[in-house]
């Protein structure tokens, strides 16, 4: 086997172990993928119980007050700090473990109204939405979700409070997006009561503030000569822990503290294992899908403070002695950053329902919602610092910071190219198998062979020839309802396609998964917003209001998604790929001309 099969082996492998653990319900994105429309994960639009939305209400009104009186953005960006009063702030209010039990002393809030928390907090200062997600969407995660009842009485009461604060320690020199081939080691002691950790980690928020880190090393696999990763908790003031670099200094996202740390001979008890020993990449993977879930309400507040941003400014400033709003230019920039916020406010709430209703695996759903939400906050910044001008290059208006601090989204917590890659990988992946199935049978049939790729078949078979029902309750979205239908059966038709035309090399064709995953999002970002669009015109109904709510933003947001759609699945067969991919590799390999 060459070094190329053995890497792709190992890849197949461990996305097999970590994906594919066992029966599962199909869920929103992976039904997308056979043609189907799961509507029950998506519609109708997700909805809090009265108590848990006044709960959530209070705890909105008492951190909007804080934020309003305590939070500085452009200090910490002075600064590059986050005053220990702000930390403690949030602590008084919740934040710092809002999903936490109450018995530990969280608020035992769901994801959604998480996600409302946090998009208040990225409406202000991004710096603080990254410490607050690095800390208990991440750092404190993996406790939550698989800590032993005694490790969260141990741990959970100052966590959940902010008296102690959690970092989780993936990132490596050599394991930034390649996650899995984290180097640092975790040694078991001769009795097995402890492990001895060696290594670096860095790029790491909170590393030099934090009391405990999640942190992942490689453990050996008993019996054999394999290594797996495993998650342990480590304290900073076990010898050996050695802070290299407190406060990396950075472009954006200044308040928080970057951090590089090494371990050295650190002795970590057995007991601080969180999960299975050897399960550590599925316990960070895990995690992460939380914090792309709240990334996603962070960039839908940035989203909304940038259009509200332009607003104030091209209904204000006077050129050719119009305001600026009256050119169709700014025009077009305004209605896109408000159709995108609608979108990403709606994408946010459904994806973090999913989490609240018990779906197993969303991770395709996660993925898309950190891409497309991070993708187009940039966009909204990027389009309302045009409206400003020359004044938005100054320091004394927060857009500059904005822009600063946005761009790392698209490269924290697993970079877009990559999860663009993922999402269009897993989410072929179901059909895929079936086609497997069927192309074996054909190569050799048996009774049992030919049974199972007749269910197959006629599996594909089926969702080829139907168009979904998409299910809105308001006669107005049907016309919008029945497009998105024959959109998804297009979007199957197109995979299907695909996988028979590429068969296996697919897996390393990035371009023609960016097409798919670049469909499947909007699919997804679509839905999102018909269903809350469904919601909220059958609940002005139910409230007497005759004037049906004002859509213009959301119907923009599903003309420019379809169009975007067919955009994507036409490129499939129309495309330059060829000429991309020869001037690529000609300049890659005279880099120096
Ligand atoms: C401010 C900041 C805070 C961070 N906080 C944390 C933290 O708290 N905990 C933690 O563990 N990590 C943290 N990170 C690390 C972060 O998650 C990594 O930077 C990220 O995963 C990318 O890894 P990398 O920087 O090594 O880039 P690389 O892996 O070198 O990738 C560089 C670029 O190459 C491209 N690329 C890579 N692989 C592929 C591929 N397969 N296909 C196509 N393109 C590809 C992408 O465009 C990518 O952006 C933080 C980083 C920063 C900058």
């Not at 409070?161 to 990132?171: C, Y």
């Not at 670099?245 to 008890?269: E, H, N, Q, S, Y």
């Not at 857009?399 to 897993?426: C, H, K, P, W, Y």
């Amino acid at each position: 086997m060459n070094k190329l099969d053995a890497q792709r082996q190992k890849e197949i492998q461990q996305a097999e172990e970590l994906l594919f653990a066992g029966p599962q319900a199909l869920g929103f994105a992976k039904g997308l993928f056979h043609g189907h429309f799961v509507a029950d994960w998506v519609m109708p639009y997700p909805r809090m119980p009265a108590a848990q939305q006044t709960e959530l209400d209070k705890s909105l009104a008492e951190l909007r007050q804080f934020l309003d009186e305590d939070l500085d953005p452009a200090e910490i960006d002075r600064q590059a700090d986050i005053p220990r009063n702000v930390i403690d702030g949030l602590g008084r209010v919740g934040v710092l473990g809002a999903t936490a039990p109450v018995e530990y002393g969280g608020l035992g809030l769901t994801q959604m109204a998480n996600c409302k928390l946090l998009e208040e907090i990225g409406r202000r200062c991004a710096s603080t939405s990254v410490f607050v997600n690095a800390h208990h969407s991440i750092g404190i995660r993996a406790l939550l979700l698989f800590g032993t009842p005694e490790q969260n009485q141990k741990w959970l009461p100052k966590l959940v409070t902010g008296e102690q604060l959690g970092a989780f320690a993936l990132t490596e020199q050599e394991a930034g997006s390649d996650a899995a081939n984290v180097q640092m080691q975790a040694r078991p002691t001769e009795d097995g009561a402890h492990f001895i950790l060696n290594g670096e980690k860095r790029y790491i928020t909170n590393a030099a503030i934090a009391h405990v880190l999640t942190v992942m090393a490689r453990t050996p696999v008993p019996g054999s000569d394999k290594t797996a990763i495993t998650a342990f908790l480590v304290t900073p003031d076990m010898p050996g822990f050695t802070m290299l670099d407190k406060r990396m200094p950075k472009m954006g996202i200044r308040g928080t503290a970057t951090g590089r740390f090494a371990l050295r001979d650190v002795k970590v008890p057995r007991e601080n294992i969180l999960g299975p020993p050897g399960k550590g990449l599925k316990v960070a993977l895990t995690v992460l899908d939380f914090g792309r879930t709240t990334f996603g309400a962070c960039c839908t507040g940035a989203a909304k403070t940038c259009l509200r941003l332009a607003l104030e400014h091209a209904n204000r400033r006077k050129q050719f002695n119009k305001t600026l709003g009256e050119f169709d230019l700014v025009k077009k920039k305004i209605a896109r950053m408000a159709a995108d916020a609608y979108a990403m406010e709606a994408m946010t709430t459904i994806t973090a329902s999913l989490i609240d209703r018990g779906l197993e695996d969303y991770m395709i759903e996660t993925a898309m919602l950190k891409v497309f939400t991070t993708e187009r906050l940039w966009e909204c910044v990027n389009e309302a610092f045009q409206i400003y001008g020359g004044s938005a290059y100054f320091v004394d208006l927060p857009l500059e910071r904005m822009l600063r601090d946005a761009r790392i989204n698209q490269i924290g917590e697993g970079s877009n190219e990559v999860l663009t890659s993922f999402i269009a990988l897993v989410g072929m992946r179901g059909p895929g198998m079936e086609f497997k199935e069927i192309y074996d049978t054909m190569l050799k049939p048996t009774r049992a062979a030919i049974g199972r790729a007749w269910n197959a078949g006629m599996h594909r078979l089926g969702a080829t020839v139907r168009v979904p029902d998409i299910p809105v309750r308001s006669t107005e979205l049907r016309s919008f309802a029945n497009q998105l239908g024959r959109l998804i059966w297009r979007f199957n038709f197109a995979v299907n396609r695909a996988l028979i035309t590429y068969r296996e090399p697919i897996l390393d064709m990035q371009l023609v998964q960016e097409r798919i995953a670049g469909a499947a999002m909007d699919l997804f970002a679509s839905t999102c917003v018909l269903s809350r669009q469904d919601e909220e015109i059958q609940l002005a109904r139910r409230n007497g209001n005759s004037a049906p709510p004002d859509h213009s933003a959301a119907d923009l947001f599903l003309r420019q998604s379809f169009r975007r759609i067919r955009g994507f699945l036409g490129g499939l067969t129309d495309n330059d790929d060829k000429s991309l991919l020869a001037a690529a590799n000609s300049v890659l390999s005279k880099p120096r001309s």
